[in-house]
């Protein structure tokens, strides 16, 4: 596989579920709302923090208000991580590659490209809830189609990769902001709205009932091994993708197996290691450095793509 091509579909798995995460996300945020008389009374900066640069947005805008906070994480091209970005940075990643995609998934995503464009901040304000339902009925449609007509070749396990390694990092990056602003005394609402930021609260209760304690959600969100986005679950399919690309070559590249010893120690940990293990080593330090162990992951795998000399990867 040509590295460009291995590269453009690994960020289109990134970027598709990063743009599902960031909707689901602030439609929380808008449930949460409930106890706030004004919106703007809303502490938006919580979002600017996660997804966007503070001090980018400080400098553009004097006070953090629902308008200036949501233009800037959905709409704004200037902010890398905006929604609008990320489905323009897919886009282009999928017409890079589009022979080697279902011409129903170019559909799929070139639709949402167009759709989103002709939306206007003002009529988002007006229905927020069906704007980012829309936006995730959008990223579960690309999912459904890339599961249904995709070959299970090399192109569907690069796909995977991207995807199951950016849910990953989501993940720890929620936990780490609430844990860090709360501790392990979450109230009954900041728990709900953990839960349904990574549309978790309908499986936690089936698993759990009514156990809504901080131990059971850490443990939930990060060891569950059924729980599809758990970063144990994430890591575990992460790896598996990675193995399968390995197999296409008929033995194991040193550059793919380099990467895949470390998630592999990241999983064998999560494996065997009890929420009250995370707790004495302390919440917030955990989280960090599960994190960076994360971010070098995903390094080590955008070296594959980038090696000077190398114009097809080593698979």
């Not at 991580?81 to 559909?107: F, G, H, K, M, Y």
Request: hydrophobic residues 40%; glycine residues 6%; neutral net charge.
């Amino acid at each position: 596989m040509i590295g460009r091509i291995a590269e453009s579909l690994y960020w289109l798995g990134r970027y598709l579920e990063r743009i599902e995460n960031h909707a689901r996300l602030i439609d929380v945020d808008y449930h949460r709302q409930t106890t706030h008389t004004e919106r703007d009374q809303y502490p938006w900066k919580e979002l600017v923090e996660t997804l966007a640069d503070v001090g980018t947005f400080q400098k553009q805008n004097t006070t953090y208000t629902e308008s200036a906070v949501l233009n800037t994480i959905v709409f704004d091209q200037n902010n890398t991580n905006s929604i609008r970005s990320c489905v323009t940075s897919a886009r282009s990643n999928a017409q890079a590659i589009r022979e080697r995609l279902p011409s129903e998934l170019w559909d799929a995503i070139n639709g949402f490209h167009l759709w989103l464009n002709d939306q206007k901040l003002k009529d988002m304000l007006t229905y927020p809830h069906t704007f980012f339902e829309q936006i995730k009925n959008q990223t579960a449609l690309f999912q459904g189609i890339s599961a249904s007509t995709m070959l299970r070749g090399q192109e569907w396990h690069m796909l995977q990769v991207g995807k199951y390694l950016e849910r990953a990092e989501n993940t720890l990056r929620i936990l780490r902001i609430v844990y860090r602003e709360n501790g392990m005394d979450l109230s009954y609402g900041d728990a709900l709205a953990l839960l349904k930021s990574v549309s978790g609260y309908e499986a936690f209760r089936k698993c759990l009932s009514n156990k809504m304690s901080t131990d059971n959600i850490l443990d939930f969100l990060m060891l569950s091994p059924v729980f599809p986005r758990s970063t144990r679950f994430s890591l575990c399919h992460l790896n598996e993708h990675l193995a399968r690309l390995s197999d296409f070559r008929g033995g194991i590249s040193p550059s793919i197996e380099n990467v895949r010893k470390s998630i592999g120690k990241m999983h064998a940990q999560l494996d065997y290691m009890d929420p009250s293990e995370i707790v004495r080593t302390g919440v917030a330090d955990f989280l960090d450095l599960e994190v960076r162990r994360c971010n070098a992951i995903g390094s080590a795998i955008g070296k594959m793509f980038s090696a000077k000399g190398v114009s097809v990867l080593s698979f």
